[in-house]
C-alpha cells in the first residue's frame, strides 16, 4: 500500500510541476501587459494602497506599551524590505489627504518628528514638559518621556537635584536609534533669567540643553549644553553633527556627535529658527525670522559670520530642501507663502500663496508634495514641488505648528497646539479630474 501511494504521489508532482510551467509561460508573454500597469506614467496607485488601512481605527489612547511590545528602532532586514516596498512607486503629487485619526492626551505638542523606523515623537513645550511617542502605524502610546533630568548625573556642575525642559523640536538619527530634542528654558536651581520669544544676546538669557533620547530605553542619555533657547533641530547627512538654531542669541551651534559638545557657533540674523542640510553635508541653510534672509553656512570651515544667501520674504520660519539638494522651500510666515529657491544661483523661481500665517512644513522623501501647516486658518495646504501649485486644503484643530512625514505609513502627522495631533492618510490616488484633498 505504501508504495503504491508513493508513486501516486509522484505522478501527482509531476502534473504540478507541469502546470507551473506553463503557468510560468503564460506571465512571460503577458510580460509587456504587466510592465503597462506599474509604469511610472501609470495610475499613482501604490503599493500598500487605500485598503491599507481600516477606516475609523482606534485612536490614540494614551496607554503605554510595554518595553517588549515597542517597535525596534533598528528593525530587522525584512521589516526594512517592508518598508521599502511601501515608499517605492509612490508619487506623492498623485494622492489626496484623508484625516484617519485624532490624538490626545496630556499634550500640548509644539512640534512633531518622524524616525524611518516606525517612531514618531511630540514635543510638548514646557506647558507639558514631556515628549510622547507613538508607534506610527498603529498611532497608539508607546511612552511619556518626562523632561526632568538630574544634570549632575551627566557631569554637569551648578545645577544640583531635578532640572526640567521644555521640549521644542527634535530630529531622529537615521538608524532611529537616538532622538536629539532642544529645550527652549531650563528650570531648577542655578538656572535664570529664562528665554521669552522676543529677545536679544545683549538679554542674558541662559543657555539651554539639548536632550538626547534612546528610543530603547525611552529616555534621555545625554545633555548637550548650546545656546540660548534653542529651536530649530537637525542632524548631518553623515550624522556626524547636529545643528541647533539659538532663538535669543542669534547663532547657529554646531554639535560634534562624537564627544557630545559643542565644537563651533556661527551668528546669524536675528531669531533664527529654520534648517536645512544639503545632501552632501557640506553646507546649511539657515532662516532669521526676523529679516527677510535665509543664510549659508560652510559646515566644513563654519564662518564667525553666516553670510546671506537669499531674501525671499517676511519672516522666514522654516526651511526643506529637495533630495538631489538642487531646490530649497522656505515658509514666509508674513506673506502667506513657500518660495522655491535654486541652491546653485540663490535665484527665487517660484513662489505658492498658502494659508493665514504658515508656520511648518514638511517634504515627502521623493520631493514631490510640500505640507504646510497655517497656524492661524487651521489648516493645512499640500502644494507640488514641481509647479509650486496647491493641490488642496485640508482642516486641523486650531494652532496647527508642527507637521511630519511618516514614509513607512505615507501619512502625515499635524501637531497643533491646542492639544492633539492630527493624522492623515497620503496613499488615496487622486481622482482622474484633479489632485484636490477633502476639506
Known amino acids: 500500500m505504501h508504495l503504491r501511494q508513493e508513486a501516486v504521489f509522484r505522478r501527482r508532482r509531476r502534473a504540478a510541476a507541469l502546470v507551473v510551467l506553463l503557468l510560468v509561460a503564460a506571465l512571460v508573454v503577458a510580460g509587456g501587459t ?69 490624538i490626545t492626551g496630556a499634550i500640548t505638542p509644539k512640534s512633531v518628528v518622524s524616525s524611518q523606523h516606525g517612531i514618531v515623537i511630540a514635543n510638548n513645550m514646557m506647558y507639558s514638559h514631556t515628549v510622547t511617542a507613538y508607534d506610527a502605524r498603529t498611532r497608539k502610546l508607546l511612552a511619556t518621556i518626562p523632561d526632568s533630568v538630574d544634570l549632575s548625573a551627566f557631569g554637569v556642575k551648578g545645577h544640583p537635584g531635578i532640572s526640567q525642559g521644555a521640549p521644542v523640536e527634535g530630529a531622529f538619527t537615521k538608524d532611529g536609534r537616538y532622538a536629539y530634542v532642544s529645550n527652549y528654558s531650563m528650570y531648577g536651581n542655578g538656572f535664570g533669567p529664562h528665554g521669552l520669544d522676543v529677545c536679544s544676546p545683549k538679554d542674558g538669557y541662559d543657555a539651554s540643553y539639548l536632550y538626547r533620547i534612546d528610543t530603547t530605553t525611552m529616555s534621555v542619555d545625554q545633555v548637550i549644553k548650546v545656546g540660548a533657547v534653542p529651536k530649530y533641530v537637525a542632524i548631518t547627512p553623515d550624522q556626524s553633527k547636529v545643528l541647533v538654531t539659538n532663538w535669543c542669541d542669534y547663532t547657529l551651534s554646531i554639535v560634534d556627535r562624537a564627544t557630545a559638545r559643542q565644537v563651533a557657533t556661527v551668528k546669524i540674523g536675528p531669531m ?103 497656524y492661524n486658518e487651521a489648516t493645512m495646504t499640500k502644494i507640488r514641488t514641481s509647479d509650486m501649485t496647491p493641490l488642496g486644503t485640508v482642516k486641523t484643530d486650531i494652532h496647527p505648528i508642527g507637521v511630519t512625514y511618516v514614509p513607512a505609513t505615507h501619512s502625515v502627522w499635524v501637531a497643533c497646539y491646542g492639544g492633539s495631533i492630527l493624522v492623515f492618510d497620503d496613499d488615496t490616488p487622486a481622482p482622474a479630474d484633479g489632485v484636490k484633498s477633502p476639506a
Open 34 to 102: 504587466l510592465a503597462s500597469l506599474v509604469r511610472d506614467d501609470g495610475p499613482a496607485v501604490a503599493q500598500g494602497g487605500p485598503g491599507h488601512r481600516v477606516a475609523g481605527s482606534p485612536k490614540g489612547t494614551g496607554r503605554s506599551v510595554a518595553p517588549s511590545q515597542r517597535p525596534s528602532a533598528s528593525p530587522s532586514p525584512s521589516a526594512s524590505r517592508g518598508t521599502q516596498a511601501t515608499t517605492e512607486g509612490h508619487r506623492s503629487d498623485r494622492t489626496v489627504l484623508t484625516r484617519v485619526d485624532r
Open 272 to 374: 533664527p529658527r529654520g534648517i536645512a542640510v544639503a545632501p552632501d553635508g557640506r553646507t546649511a541653510y539657515v532662516t532669521a525670522m526676523w529679516t527677510n534672509h535665509v543664510y549659508r553656512v560652510d559646515l566644513v570651515h563654519p564662518p564667525k559670520q553666516a553670510p546671506i544667501f537669499v531674501s525671499p520674504g517676511d519672516r522666514m520660519r522654516h526651511l526643506d530642501i529637495s533630495p538631489d539638494g538642487r531646490w530649497l522651500y522656505g515658509v514666509s510666515t508674513g506673506d502667506n507663502a513657500v518660495s522655491k529657491i535654486d541652491t546653485r544661483t540663490g535665484k527665487i523661481v517660484d513662489t505658492a500663496t498658502t494659508g493665514a500665517e504658515p508656520r511648518s512644513m514638511a517634504i515627502s522623501p521623493d520631493g514631490r508634495a510640500l505640507y504646510v501647516v497655517n
